[in-house]
Nanobody
Framework: VQLQASGGGLVQAGDSLRLSCAASGLSFSRYGMGWFRQAAGKEREFVAAITSSWSGGITYYSDSVKGRFTISRDNAKNSVYLQMNSLKPEDTAVYYC???????????????????WGQGTQVTVSS
């Protein structure tokens, strides 16, 4: 199984970025997909999740990104996306995509409920 995250970069506060994660080696539509982030010196934290298509494609967000970030998936392309708008300096982190067999969006907020992880992509937001 491989998860390849891309789309990170250096932007200014208020700008937008779209992260992509391409999956291979798994039955993508059967997995819930999540995005986590890890800032320097901090623990990895939940950002957003979308359940499998089998579980309705339900989305869930952390309070810190709700209303600014949107997670989506394209099962035909085995990909999950994270549209990030109104970026803030505190959004600076390495962003990771991950795959989970848990059917519940709330369960997907828990880092240990994921089976596979991508390598991460750096997002830097300057003030």
């Amino acid at each position: 199984v491989q998860l390849q995250a891309s789309g990170g970069g250096l932007v200014q506060a208020g700008d937008s970025l779209r992260l992509s994660c391409a999956a291979s080696g798994l039955s993508f539509s059967r997995y819930g997909m999540g995005w986590f982030r890890q800032a320097a010196g901090k623990e990895r934290e939940f950002v957003a999740a979308i359940t499998s298509s089998w579980s309705g494609g339900i989305t869930y967000y952390s309070d810190s990104v709700k209303g600014r970030f949107t997670i989506s998936r394209d099962n035909a392309k085995n990909s999950v996306y994270l549209q990030m708008n109104s970026l803030k300096p505190e959004d600076t982190a390495v962003y990771y995509c991950a795959a989970s067999r848990y059917p519940s969006a709330q369960a997907m907020t828990i880092i240990h409920n994921y089976d596979y992880w991508g390598q991460g992509t750096q997002v830097t937001v300057s003030s």
